[in-house]
């Protein structure tokens, strides 16, 4: 049975057939209308689902809702609380029957790597707008037209995706544009996805205090190949050494891009801090865009346009008139020159330094920090990297979380070729950089870009280094 209601089709499933497919005794005879993880978007007739002990206490609170209770322990014996011994399958068998055809008759594209997938989706987003409605999940933020909102990760939670784009159906969302992260892959909260277009920008290594090896941090990237489309193209950056495994992985899906020889081939790049100008394929483009490492991800947007059909002069106009991604390179004042960015492995940094170096300037300040309870083994790479590339480094805290400060900066400075200097205050470091600075002189921000919140402990703290970088900048202007 199929039932409209607030713009969507959900297919309406009785609670005891589809409990029944999971093996559970059920007497309801009411409709699944959603199922969601998170009890503030629960309502009559959805389906909660508890899959930690954490969430046992919002369990009144759906129930009081009118919904129903799916878990795994045997604690919570109140009606309307149905207990299964596999809880992913369970809320598998339940998703795949309200959503037997989830991707079907939409444009779907899934963008992955180490660096790059932010920008690369953004810039996308702009691209594919002006030829059909487009939304945008990604880092932090899911962006339409119609509606923003924030999330907490880049790849939201499986319950979480199916709102995102019934939402974005509801409001006649054709296209959509995924950042999708390695625990996203490694947790297939992209189960339901299917992807026309999947983008590997890069994989470098990240995230190893979940992945524990380069290896299965990489084959796990890789394994976004199956989620593919019949018919869908993978985009693959043929720059990258690390990706080379892929063309043995996939079956003639896949499309190349890049400074060697590619089925798009990017060459003659001028970079400086007013923008890019570079070719692809002999078609000249151009943007406002700084970077010089955003031309790749820049020939991946082109690449995708061209497969879906956009002309030359359409994507040349589009390029020419992308807007930044804050926090991404971002310029916040000139002379001195400012820039803030979210570079937070050692692949990030040195495509930063490296693109930097080649504004003109007198020198190059750094502030940076590390993540606390992440990849401990990047620390030393970022410190050594900002250190040999900086003509005053300021080694400040990131997002702390628990782990010691001194802990923190100690692995940092392990490889150091020079003296830094050390803040365990971001605002003291973002200060002393400021004050220190020339007309000349290029100040850089990186590790958090456009967060607005800082972790100690277990607590976000409000913190903005653009708005702190303006303040203090006007501040030294007005009594210079």
């Not at 346009?305 to 040349?316: F, P, R, T, V």
């Not at 997002?399 to 070729?417: K, V, Y």
Request: hydrophobic fraction near 40%; glycine fraction near 6%.
């Amino acid at each position: 049975m199929i039932r409209e209601g607030c713009g969507s089709i959900l297919r309406k499933i009785h609670l005891n057939d589809a409990f029944a497919e999971i093996g559970i005794i059920c007497g309801d005879h009411r409709i699944i209308q959603g199922i969601h993880e998170d009890s503030r978007w629960i309502a009559r007739d959805w389906v909660f689902i508890i899959r930690n002990e954490r969430a046992k206490c919002y369990c009144r609170q759906a129930l009081e809702k009118g919904a129903v209770v799916l878990c795994e322990t045997m604690d919570l014996a109140e009606e309307h609380v149905y207990v299964v011994k596999d809880i992913e399958w369970a809320m598998d068998v339940l998703l795949r029957f309200c959503y037997p055809s989830f991707c079907e008759d939409l444009l779907c594209i899934g963008i992955t790597g180490t660096n790059g997938k932010s920008s690369t989706a953004y810039f996308l987003y702009q691209c594919l707008s002006s030829q059909l409605p487009c939304m945008w999940i990604g880092t932090h933020r899911v962006l339409s037209a119609d509606f923003e909102e924030e999330i907490a990760n880049t790849t939201p939670d499986v319950c979480e995706l199916v709102r995102l784009i019934e939402k974005g159906k509801m409001f006649g969302i054709r296209c959509f544009i995924m950042e999708v992260s390695s625990h996203a892959i490694a947790q297939k909260r992209i189960r339901l996805m299917r992807y026309d277009y999947i983008v590997f920008t890069n994989v470098y290594r990240d995230h190893l205090d979940y992945h524990r090896c380069e290896a299965h941090y990489r084959y796990t990237k890789y394994a976004l190949r199956t989620y593919v489309k019949k018919g869908g193209k993978i985009l693959v950056n043929h720059d990258d050494p690390f990706l080379r495994p892929i063309y043995h992985l996939v079956d003639g899906e896949c499309v190349t891009y890049g400074t060697q020889l590619a089925h798009f081939w990017l060459h003659d790049v001028h970079a400086d801090a007013d923008g890019l100008r570079f070719y692809v394929n002999k078609q000249a483009y151009q943007t406002n865009i700084c970077g010089q490492f955003q031309t790749l991800n820049l020939t991946a947007v082109i690449t995708l346009c061209s497969l879906y059909g956009m002309s030359n002069e359409a994507i040349k106009q589009a390029i020419k008139n992308l807007n930044p991604l804050k926090g991404r390179l971002q310029r916040v004042w000139k002379h001195p020159y400012v820039f803030i960015d979210y570079a937070h492995t050692a692949s990030a940094c040195g495509a930063l330094f490296a693109s930097v170096r080649s504004f003109p300037h007198e020198r190059i300040i750094t502030v940076i920090g590390c993540g606390g309870e992440r990849d401990q083994e990047k620390r030393a790479q970022m410190g050594n990297i900002a250190s040999i590339n900086s003509d005053l480094c300021i080694f400040t805290s990131d997002n702390p979380r628990n782990e010691p400060l001194s802990q923190i900066f100690a692995m940092m400075c392990s490889h150091i070729r020079q003296n830094v200097m050390i803040f365990e205050q971001r605002a003291y470091a973002i200060k002393f950089a400021v004050k220190n600075s020339r007309n000349d002189d290029i100040i850089l921000v990186v590790g958090k870009g456009d967060e607005r919140w800082q972790m100690i402990g277990e607590q976000a703290y409000p913190f903005d280094d653009e708005a702190l970088l303006c303040y203090m900048l006007r501040e030294k202007e007005e009594h210079a």
